[in-house]
């Protein structure tokens, strides 16, 4: 699981994602899901399910798509958790999707 404590606003969260889950295709992983869980002084307050897609990693990232699992995850999780970000910083404490 990986972990980060980020600020958004005058607060500070704590995020944790779980490990990526990938779509189910017969070529190349086209999609990566899984829920960032979003801590307030350890107690939680919502989760983000994200969806990364492989254009997203494509487009940013390309040596990820050549590395292994854990490259992957750390990836899409920084995507994630930028975005998770931005949705904290606009007063967005709600559970929902983010799409990365």
């Not at 889950?21 to 307050?45: A, C, K, M, Q, Y």
């Not at 292994?68 to 606009?90: C, Q, R, Y």
Request: glycine share 10%.
């Amino acid at each position: 699981m990986n972990t980060r404590e980020v600020a958004a606003g005058d607060r500070t969260f704590t995020l944790r994602a779980e490990s990526p889950r990938t779509s189910l295709s017969e070529g190349d992983t086209t999609l990566w899901g899984f829920n960032v869980e979003v801590l307030d002084g350890g107690h939680p307050i919502c989760i983000k399910t994200c969806f990364v897609g492989r254009v997203s990693v494509q487009a940013r990232a390309p040596e990820a798509l050549k590395g292994t699992a854990a490259d992957i995850a750390v990836v899409v999780h920084g995507f994630a958790f930028d975005k998770v970000v931005e949705s904290l910083a606009k007063g967005d404490y709600e559970d929902g999707i983010v799409f990365a």
